[in-house]
């Protein structure tokens, strides 16, 4: 079921239709987005609400990248340990191997 969630950002008011379960992700992302508006409108460098809009939402853009990269490298990382690890384990059981046929 959907309710109308009301959020504020940069003094203006929006009201969004949303699940019931994601209301407080909602929340959240308004809040964000507000703080970055806020940040790119206090930098003095960038005027109009339009413009503040933009610039703040290339900015969370560039954030998601990053963040996505970052996350693509350490998927790529857990790979190459987890090939480590069977390497590992495969030459462990060899030797496990190799030594179960020599007497003592």
Known sequence: MTEAVK???LEQDYTIACPEDA???LLQS???VDRKM???RQSGKVVGTDRVAVMAAINIA???LEAHAENQEMAD???R???LDERIAETVANDAKANTGKSG
């Open 7 to 9: 959020v504020r950002i």
């Open 23 to 25: 209301k407080n992700s």
């Open 30 to 32: 308004a809040d964000y």
């Open 38 to 40: 806020r940040e790119v």
């Open 62 to 64: 560039y954030e998601l």
């Open 77 to 79: 990382v857990r790979k």
């Open 81 to 83: 340990l987890a090939r």
